[in-house]
Nanobody, 121 residues
């Protein structure tokens, strides 16, 4: 069984930094795109950033130049380095991955449980 486990959320002051991690575990045959989404209270979940298995990245305009996504394929882990955070970055952050499990043909979508990030002084 495949699962994603996130860590690193918490309270940070405006202008500060925070690093999120998400590790995939289980019977994984292949890990494709990995991404971070976020959902603020009263808003829809939105894509923040993604990274392909080859390292290609996408960033939402709202985080360009402040957030950096990276992945360690040997550890099946994706990271989100958040710098110069703003109050509007406050949200629950969800890890996403497209994974082909050992016993299932084709890739399936997997989500982490979510981690709260609060930007406040």
């Amino acid at each position: 069984q495949v699962q994603l486990v996130e860590s690193g959320g918490g309270l940070v002051q405006p202008g500060g930094s925070l690093r999120l991690s998400c590790a995939a575990s289980g019977s994984i045959r292949r890990l494709y795109v990995m991404a971070w989404y976020r959902q603020a209270p009263g808003k829809q979940r939105e894509l923040v950033t993604s990274i392909s298995s080859g390292g290609g990245t996408y960033y939402a305009d709202s985080v360009k130049g402040r957030f950096t996504i990276s992945r360690d394929n040997a550890k099946n882990t994706v990271y989100l380095q958040m710098n110069s955070v703003k109050p509007e970055d406050t949200a629950v952050y969800y890890c996403y991955a497209a994974i082909e499990a050992v016993d299932i043909r084709g890739a399936s979508n997997y989500w982490g449980q979510g981690t709260q990030v609060t930007v406040s002084s």
